[in-house]
């Protein structure tokens, strides 16, 4: 499939990170100082989209411990409050990830970020991922979804169309 002259998708991450889409290659910046990551599309075998609670929060809950062994009750409402903190953190925001398999036999993971439910990053990191993957499915990459679904799968006819 011939690819487009202009950008297909350029999506500012946040926190420095950038996602870039433009004629046969995607190019991920980790941070503005970190070299980026460049991939051609036409070595793109499978690109799926990873969600999921933000598990590092729960490491606060371990605050609930300190505050079953302190004195003071004001130095308890403050360990309880933070371990009830990263549960509801736990509950409310996902991390979102890119995951890209290479015809090499690669396995790349880029981050696109932490984003509350349902709130405008949340939708903009989507939006993002849904632009990639219209994209890439137009070239026969095979695209999966946060839940494993698979959302194309590659064409066994070739890129311009059926031959008689």
């Given at each position: 499939?011939p690819t487009p002259l202009g950008p297909f998708l350029s999506a500012d ?130 695209v999966r979804d946060a839940s494993g679904a698979v959302l194309t799968a590659p064409s066994s006819e070739p890129p311009d169309g059926p031959r008689a």
């Amino acid at each position: 499939m011939p690819t487009p002259l202009g950008p297909f998708l350029s999506a500012d991450l946040g926190g420095g990170r950038s996602l870039v889409g433009e004629g046969g290659r995607l190019t991920y910046r980790a941070a503005d100082a970190v070299p980026p990551l460049i991939v051609e599309l036409i070595q793109l075998r499978a690109l799926t989209l990873e969600s999921r609670p933000f598990f590092e929060a729960l490491v606060l809950c371990g605050f609930a411990v300190v505050g079953f062994v302190a004195v003071g009750l004001p130095l308890k409402l403050v360990m309880f409050g933070l371990a009830a903190l990263g549960g509801l953190l736990a509950a409310v925001c996902r991390v979102h990830a890119l995951v890209l398999e290479t015809s090499t036999g690669g396995r790349l993971r880029w981050p696109l970020g932490l984003a509350r439910r349902g709130s405008e990053r949340d939708a903009r990191l989507l939006g993002a991922w849904s632009t990639l993957a219209g994209a890439v499915k137009a070239r026969g990459v095979v695209v999966r979804d946060a839940s494993g679904a698979v959302l194309t799968a590659p064409s066994s006819e070739p890129p311009d169309g059926p031959r008689a």
